[in-house]
């Protein structure tokens, strides 16, 4: 499965903006798909994640800025960020889990798909 990440972009800080990731059949044929982020000299960190069931996880420093989304029919996921900070200033990645079980969904060695990543840069 090819996962296409898009959205990215620059923005100052406190703006918005809404990543996509979609592929052929992305929702149907996942168990859990996922956002990370990795910025510059960084480990790769776990963002969102949504599971088959609709239920949604969170990394702590995202929770209540950030929203996880899906669009069955478009086959695509989303990330809604908003109240943007430099410290989200990262490559974000989607990756696509046929078989992540739940105590391993932060984990990025749980994923077997990735795409190719999208640039998010939030200006001071």
């Known amino acids: 499965v090819q996962l296409q990440a898009s959205g990215g972009g620059s923005v100052q800080a406190g703006g918005s903006l809404r990543l996509s990731c979609a592929a052929s059949g992305l929702i149907a044929s996942s168990r859990v798909v996922a956002w990370f982020r990795q910025a510059p000299g960084k480990e790769r960190e776990f963002v969102a994640a949504?599971?088959?069931?609709?239920?949604?996880t969170y990394a702590d420093s995202v929770k209540g800025r950030f929203t996880i989304s899906r669009d069955s029919a478009k086959n695509a996921v989303f990330l809604q960020m908003i109240s943007l900070k430099p410290e989200d200033t990262a490559v974000y990645y989607c990756a696509r889990g046929k078989s992540v079980i739940v105590s391993a969904i932060s984990r990025s060695t749980a994923y077997g798909d990735w795409g190719q990543g999208t640039q998010v840069t939030v200006s001071s």
């Open positions: 949504v599971q088959r069931s609709g239920s949604t």
